[in-house]
DNA sequence: TACTGTAGTGTTAGTCACTAACACATTGGT
DNA sequence: ACCAATGTGTTAGTGACTAACACTACAGTA
């Protein structure tokens, strides 16, 4: 509740130019109070990155498939996910809310360096999942150079897709984006898709 | 030489533990004189990205290389070029006063998430660089693709080299990353390398 | 009914990054 | 000696965020 009140308001007023005291005062509660729910203000609006769901969509890939290949399907996948459950609400409100935030977190310079940095997070997920941690140096090294990789075309892919108000289907985005980057032979179109 | 102070009540003390008043003292200047050399407490750690050079070393690429080649020469020789010639003192001092700044960059995430915005700023002046924006919006996406790729390979890279205290020659990291990342037909070893 | 722990909230007073507006000093050119 | 530009200091603010403490609502328990 609070956080609709802050992207409506970011969204009308401007991020930079919002206090947390005005978001407060619209969902009718003390500054306080926001604060103990979005520790930062930025957390008003930065998405969800659901690390668990990644990790787990990692695990199931075949350890045949390259790196780039079973990390790229757990992206595409886990878009896919995300975005046809949502949150429980109404589906096409709910893309609308998640394109205000995009849109938010790609033009206002704290977010988007608060998301990348999230980004950052989710990189060392993955490379847990993939047991790159687990031993040798040069396996993490190659895990790591791999995921922060995929994670910046799928950056681009979020970027554009947002660009387009949700008009083309993310996971297609994403998987256009790793293609880009990385070729048509290492990229699937997802764990279950069509090849 | 307020940076110095900076970085060095930073390494002591802790990022967050020091205030901007106390480098102000330890530089013996004000505070806002501190702020007006360096707009933000993290620019007193943040690298020059020098986006003008890897922009140049892009545009002396050959077009008929693909995308992920010229952009990976052109970063590994930019950063050849960053490392040797230095910032004019002593070279080692040079080094080591990179290396402390890269260690803050990654270990507090204020850095951190301000510097990964850097590297979104870098990628859009490699798209300039390659044209991508002049025409189609497809090609603009591949290009956003890549280079945001490319930048991530390159920062895990970064990471490396901090890590392994920059023993290791940075150049071979950043190609290690991006052989790791994107396999080794589309990798050389810099634009006037041995390959 | 009264008792108690717990979770959520409010209040207050602070710290610190950062900005704006204005005054002062130094320097280099005419 | 005059002027403009540049760098610096001072002051008074705004706003994000923290810490400490008190209060309320509500659960389960006797």
Redesign the pocket.
Known sequence: MIQAHAVRLFVERGY?A?????V?EAA??????V????????DLVLVDQNKQLVAERIVATSTDQPLVRRIGDALIDSAATLVSRGYGNDPEENTQFLLARLRLMISTPALRAKHLDNNYALQQAIVDALGGDAGDDDIAFNAHAAASACLAAMHTALVRWAEDDGQTELPDMIAKALTAAFGDEVVGTGADGQE
Request: charged residues 25%.
């Open positions: 930079d919002t206090t947390v005291t005005e407060a009718g509660v003390s500054p306080m109070t604060y103990r729910h979005f520790p930062t203000k930025e």
